[in-house]
């Protein structure tokens, strides 16, 4: 993401007042709202061989100089080769201020889906469920409003090609209306699908709430007490579990939003994540359940939770998912090696797991920031290709976000002087309008109609860039808080001139009309006593 190009941007010139502001707020969305992100490539390659594993202090290092780059608060890291956790460490603080640890719990986000997959493989490899299977079939109570749905298999939810879309479905917008995951499927019910059943891939997190309720009926408990009892306790996660709402997330596990650089502790805001993000995990933890993908189902104390056919499946895409598998993704490292991955973003937190099977290599990062500047993804690219190829990419330099923060809270607090200039001038603007047509009025005050629009629709700007997602109102101040900010500055602004110079018209025109209506009188009383 490009931020240099808003140095030198033009000063708003005098007499434009408040609306110019919106201009350069634009010109900053353009940088500050990211591209759509797109589906990693698969690239089959054979690289060299792997170097020796890194020594817990070139770990620190990337880590620490990560951390001061961009102001992250705090991390836990974990690193596996094979059978081995070669380093599990927690670095910063949680945001009551204590030291983070390798265990400390942190929410892992998306990568919950890649443990909700493995739990349906474990279904079926006992021959509870077939991945061919129709959902309708062990599911009932899973119906839509499209006859197309009772042909959604339970592959096609884990390779997120069930036809279900964001575009048809709010997945975020519902809020905290949403507290089970048997109330998950029963929202589905009005929705339709947006193609057909297999045919196209679309990323949409209601594919693995169905597909964590699937676990529930066919397994014959509590999602939450089924990974307990297959994945975490035999893999040693002892202090990983899974929550339905954010309500549930412990304190240690909350986040933060980043500002002109700064971490503040911020709670998530309302939604529901079981199944499709709602686990929270440790670094220590994190590494048994990397160490279980590189030894072909078989944990660090040698527990079998899957075979290595169902780890294969797990990590092989369909013809129609294209790079994207069954909770995890392929694509390739910077170096040119394999990468089996998967991230994830709540909006106060994000984490990345990556599997490198050809040196057989793990590497998870949890992050309890939301910032993509200052997240787990990044780090986690960066402590890749240090197990990759032997050395990592510096931090990221220059001013960055923080630059960008600072040009978007300059424009939103210029707007203030402007607005106050501009109500206590409302009533000389009124003078020189007074008697002008009403049209022409309406066309000088249009503009400054800009900036409240856009803080009413900002959501839909934002769900259309990232090609139809649904994002609700309250997610926006998290994602760019200094533009929601700066914008809802100048839509207060704007309003607040606008309101002036409308009230100061009426009132003048008002009195024009009752001068010209005591003048007509007074003639018509004239004219009589003239008579």
């Given at each position: 993401?490009a931020?240099?190009?808003?140095?030198?941007?033009p000063?708003?010139?005098?007499g434009?007042?408040?609306?110019?502001?919106?201009?350069l707020?634009?010109?900053?969305?353009l940088?500050?709202?990211?591209?759509?992100?797109?589906?990693?490539?698969?690239?089959?390659?054979t690289p060299?061989?792997?170097?020796?594993?890194?020594?817990?202090?070139?770990?620190?290092?990337?880590?620490?100089?990560?951390r001061?780059?961009?102001?992250?608060?705090?991390?836990?890291?974990?690193?596996?080769?094979?059978?081995?956790?070669?380093?599990?460490?927690?670095?910063?603080?949680?945001?009551g201020?204590?030291?983070?640890?390798e265990?400390?719990?942190?929410?892992v986000a998306?990568?919950?889906?890649?443990?909700?997959?493995?739990?349906?493989?474990?279904?079926a490899?006992?021959?509870?469920?077939?991945?061919?299977?129709?959902v309708?079939?062990?599911?009932?109570?899973?119906?839509?409003?499209?006859p197309?749905?009772?042909?959604?298999?339970?592959?096609?939810?884990?390779d997120?090609?069930?036809?279900?879309?964001?575009?048809?479905?709010?997945?975020?917008?519902?809020?905290?209306d949403?507290?089970?995951?048997r109330?998950?499927?029963?929202?589905?019910r009005?929705?339709?699908?947006?193609?057909?059943?297999?045919?196209?891939?679309?990323?949409?997190?209601p594919?693995?709430?169905?597909?964590?309720?699937l676990?529930e009926?066919?397994?014959?408990?509590?999602?939450?007490?089924?990974?307990?009892a297959?994945?975490f306790?035999?893999l040693?996660?002892d202090?990983?579990?899974t929550?339905?709402?954010?309500?549930d997330?412990?304190?240690g596990?909350?986040?933060?939003?980043s500002?002109?650089?700064?971490?503040?502790?911020?709670?998530?805001?309302?939604?529901?994540?079981?199944?499709?993000?709602?686990?929270?995990?440790?670094g220590a933890?994190?590494?048994a359940?990397?160490?279980?993908?590189t030894?072909?189902?078989?944990?660090?104390?040698?527990?079998?939770?899957?075979?290595?056919e169902?780890?294969?499946?797990l990590?092989?895409?369909?013809?129609?998912?294209?790079?994207?598998?069954?909770?995890?993704?392929l694509?390739?490292?910077?170096s040119?090696?394999?990468?089996?991955?998967?991230?994830?973003?709540?909006?106060?937190?994000?984490?990345?797991?990556?599997?490198?099977?050809d040196?057989?290599?793990?590497?998870?990062?949890?992050?309890n920031?939301?910032?993509?500047?200052?997240?787990?993804h990044?780090?986690?690219?960066a402590?890749?290709?240090?197990?990759d190829?032997?050395?990592?990419?510096?931090?990221?330099?220059?001013?960055g976000?923080?630059?960008?923060?600072?040009?978007?809270?300059?424009?939103?607090?210029?707007?203030?002087p402007?607005?106050?200039r501009g109500?206590?001038?409302?009533?000389?603007w009124?003078?020189?309008?007074?008697?002008?047509?009403?049209?022409?009025?309406?066309?000088r005050?249009?503009?400054?109609?800009?900036?409240?629009?856009l803080?009413?629709?900002?959501?839909?700007?934002?769900?259309?860039?990232?090609?139809?997602?649904?994002?609700?109102?309250?997610?926006?101040?998290?994602?760019?808080?200094?533009?929601?900010s700066?914008?809802?500055?100048?839509?207060?602004?704007?309003?607040?001139?606008?309101?002036?110079?409308?009230?100061r018209?009426?009132?003048?025109r008002?009195?024009?009309?009752?001068?010209?209506a005591?003048?007509a009188?007074?003639?018509?009383?004239?004219?009589?006593?003239?008579g």
């Open positions: 993401m931020f240099s190009t808003l140095r030198g941007a000063v708003p010139p005098r434009r007042s408040v609306p110019a502001l919106l201009c707020l634009g010109a900053a969305a940088l500050v709202l990211p591209a759509a992100p797109g589906s990693a490539g698969t690239a089959p390659l060299g061989a792997a170097p020796p594993a890194p020594s817990p202090g070139e770990v620190d290092a990337v880590v620490e100089e990560y001061r780059a961009t102001g992250l608060p705090g991390a836990a890291v974990v690193i596996t080769r094979g059978t081995e956790v070669v380093h599990a460490r927690g670095y910063g603080t949680t945001p201020g204590a030291a983070v640890t265990h400390t719990p942190m929410a998306s990568l919950s889906k890649s443990v909700t997959a493995l739990a349906v493989l474990q279904l490899e006992e021959g509870e469920l077939d991945l061919d299977d129709p309708r079939e062990h599911l009932p109570e899973f119906t839509m409003a499209d197309r749905a009772e042909r959604i298999t339970v592959r096609q939810l884990l997120q090609t069930s036809g279900m879309s964001d575009t048809e479905f709010a997945s975020y917008s519902r809020g905290r949403t507290l089970t995951l109330e998950s499927v029963a929202d589905l009005g929705a339709r699908l947006a193609a057909e059943p297999g045919t196209r891939w679309e990323y949409h997190n594919n693995f709430q169905v597909a964590a309720r676990v009926v066919v397994g014959g408990r509590p999602f939450a007490d089924h990974l307990e297959r994945v306790s035999p040693g996660m202090d990983s579990t929550v339905d709402t954010d309500l997330l412990p304190s596990a909350r986040g933060h939003v500002v002109l650089g700064r971490a503040f502790p911020a709670d998530e805001p309302p939604g529901f994540g079981n199944g499709s993000g709602g686990v929270v995990s440790t933890d994190m590494g359940w990397l160490v279980a993908h030894g072909g189902g078989l944990g660090p104390d040698g527990v079998r939770i899957l075979s290595e169902g780890v294969r499946a990590h092989t895409p369909s013809a129609a998912s294209g790079s994207y598998a069954l909770g995890w993704s694509g390739e490292t910077a040119g090696s394999r990468v089996v991955e998967h991230g994830g973003d709540l909006l106060t937190a994000t984490a990345h797991q990556a599997l490198l099977p040196s057989g290599y793990g590497v998870a990062v949890m992050a920031t939301g910032s993509s500047w200052g997240g787990a990044p780090l986690a690219s402590l890749v290709e240090l197990v190829a032997g050395s990592a990419p510096g931090p990221p330099t220059g001013a976000p923080v630059a960008v923060d600072a040009v978007l809270l300059a424009a939103g607090a210029a707007a203030v402007l607005a106050w109500v206590r001038r409302s009533r000389d009124a003078l020189a309008r007074e008697g002008g047509p009403r049209w022409a009025v309406a066309a005050l249009l503009p400054y109609a800009g900036p409240p629009l803080l009413v629709v900002l959501h839909e700007v934002v769900g259309w860039l990232f090609r139809g997602r649904d994002v609700a109102w309250f997610q926006v101040p998290y994602l760019f808080t200094s533009f929601w700066a914008l809802a500055v100048v839509a207060l602004a704007c309003a607040a001139v606008v309101s002036a110079r409308a009230v018209l009426a009132a003048l008002r009195r024009t009309r009752g001068g010209r005591a003048g009188g007074r003639g018509e009383g004239e004219a009589a006593s003239d």
